[in-house]
């Protein structure tokens, strides 16, 4: 079984910058598909960035062009590099190992001024 725990959040101005990472544990971390969600007040959870076993990624078009997800298999970690933040970026953000049941318990990141 995986265990995930996040960080690297933080508060940053608009137009800042912020690198989540997610170390991962207990299980072969590489046979995994990743993907970091996020998860706004009174909003529902939403995937924000995914990762294959085989490193191909895919993004929502609201982070297309600002949002770098990367994994590195040798440190067991998956990471989240979030460029030209907005205010509507702010959320908590989470990692999880598809196919598990496994998330980490969450990072929060708010962008304002």
């Known amino acids: 079984q995986v265990q995930l725990v996040e960080s690297g959040g933080g508060l940053v101005q608009p137009g800042g910058s912020l690198r989540l990472s997610c170390a991962a544990s207990?299980?072969?971390?590489?046979?995994?598909?990743m993907g970091w969600y996020r998860q706004a007040p009174g909003k529902e959870r939403e995937l924000v960035a995914s990762i294959t076993s085989g490193g191909s990624t895919n993004y929502a078009g609201s982070v297309q062009g600002r949002f770098t997800i990367a994994r590195d298999n040798a440190k067991n970690t998956v990471y989240l590099a979030m460029n030209s933040l907005k205010p509507e970026d702010t959320a908590v953000y989470y990692c999880?190992?598809?196919?598990?049941?496994?998330w980490g318990q969450g990072t929060q990141v708010t962008v304002s001024s």
């Open positions: 207990g299980s072969i971390f590489s046979i995994f598909d």
């Open positions: 999880h190992a598809w196919r598990t049941a496994a």
